[in-house]
Every structure is written in C-alpha cells, then in structure tokens.
C-alpha cells in the first residue's frame, strides 16, 4: 500500500514522525503533507546550534570528500537544498551531512539585483527537461504541483503540495490571460477540479510540468 504514499525529500529537509510499519515511516513533511519514507532514508539529529547555510541554485551539486572536484563523491544535493556550511575556502563550501559526515561543494553563484519575479522564472528555466514524476518534487523529477512549490519556495514563498490546495492560499489576486505578467501562477480546471497548475513567462508563454519542465505557447494560434 506504501507504494502509492512514498515521499520525496531532500538533504536536512525536517519531518514530523507519526507512525510506524515495520521498516516504514509515516511521516508530515513542512507543508503538512502526510506520507510514508523507508527508515533507511532517515536520520535522527541533535538539535544544532544555528550556523551558516547555503542554498543549492543548480540543478545537482556533488558533495566531494576532499577540497577539490577529483576527489570522491559522496553525495549528492538538488535544487533548494540547503546545507550547513562548516567552513568556507575561495571557491568551496566544507557542508555538514545529516549523519555527521563532512563533505565539500563548489560555492554557488548567487543571481544579484533581480527582482522575486525574476529569480521564479530564472529558477524555473534552469529546471527545463525534468522529466514528471508522480509526487515529485525535487530536480529528481517533479509533479506539476511539486515543480511550482519548489521554485517558489527558493524564493522564500511556502506553498502548499497540490494544485488545488495553492489556488487557495490567501493573498492570491485573480487576474486575466492577458494580463499575466512572469512570475503569476497559471491555474487550469478540469470536471470542476482544479487539477494542474503552471507559471507564466509572460507574452502568452507558460513554463510547467507536464511530461517534463517546458515552455509552451498560450495562444490558440500557436497550436
């Protein structure tokens, strides 16, 4: 039955444990949904004292055990990961590991100046071609859902799981086709559900996940 509830996480992302089954893990994730994770893929933690992080902004970044890019990898981050920097050199970070491991990433290349709206689409563009997912969220492979939630939570922007859950978070605006600007969430109905959901590029263009992270043209003309 567990096939059908499997989560997906990332690196120190926190979950609340509810149950248990066997090798099974029920667990609530920060956005309150429930599902279940193999014990194998957890770590119970001391709480630590807060230092500095740093936010993945690539699709993968590998985690080295050395100061340099030929040692061995030992791990991997995604996309919006987020990691405790233990020391920093010119062009590395040494990160600290949920099972107290250390390891060493490349420093990440911080967009500047750029406006909410900018970084949403910038960090949905680098997403292109990620294959869909049934229940993904992560540079792994997305849901439709899944892709809008991660992109907009780099941004700070916490946003429930489903598509039908965002149309509803409060301070949302309805606006028009027309008047979508890059950065609007795209919200599409089928039989009375709301049942995808999408970013606008602007100029009638829409980046989601349907297949895989695309770019696809609004305007009827255009099919």
């Not at 992302?13 to 667990?27: A, I």
């Not at 919006?80 to 107290?100: H, R």
């Not at 967009?111 to 292109?128: C, D, G, P, T, W």
């Not at 509803?168 to 605006?173: H, T, V």
Request: aromatic share 12%; net charge negative.
């Amino acid at each position: 039955f567990k096939s059908e509830m499997v989560t997906q996480a990332i690196l120190w992302e926190k979950v609340e444990f509810l149950e248990s089954d066997q090798e099974w893990f029920k667990v609530r994730q920060w956005d309150g949904y429930e599902s279940w994770v193999h014990q194998f893929y957890t770590v119970q933690t001391e709480k630590r004292n807060k230092i500095d992080e740093v936010k993945i902004n690539r699709r993968y970044a590998n985690i080295y055990n050395g100061k340099n890019t030929s040692s061995d990898i030992i791990s991997e981050a995604v996309f919006g990961t987020i990691l405790p920097v233990q020391f920093s050199e010119k062009y590395l970070n040494q990160i600290l590991l949920p099972d107290s491991r250390s390891g060493w990433i490349e420093k990440q290349e911080a967009q500047k100046n750029v406006s909410i709206r900018e970084q949403i689409v910038y960090n949905a563009l680098q997403l292109r071609g990620i294959q869909y997912l049934w229940g993904g969220k992560t540079s792994k492979g997305f849901d439709c859902s899944g892709f809008i939630q991660t992109v907009f939570k780099f941004c700070s922007i916490e946003l429930p799981r489903d598509a039908s859950q965002q149309i509803n978070i409060s301070g949302l605006k309805k606006i028009s086709l027309e008047s979508a600007e890059q950065g609007d969430l795209l919200f599409f109905m089928s039989e009375d559900q709301i049942d995808h959901v999408g970013i606008s590029l602007g100029n009638g263009k829409m980046i989601h996940c349907s297949g895989d992270v695309h770019i696809v043209s609004l305007d009827l003309k255009d099919k």
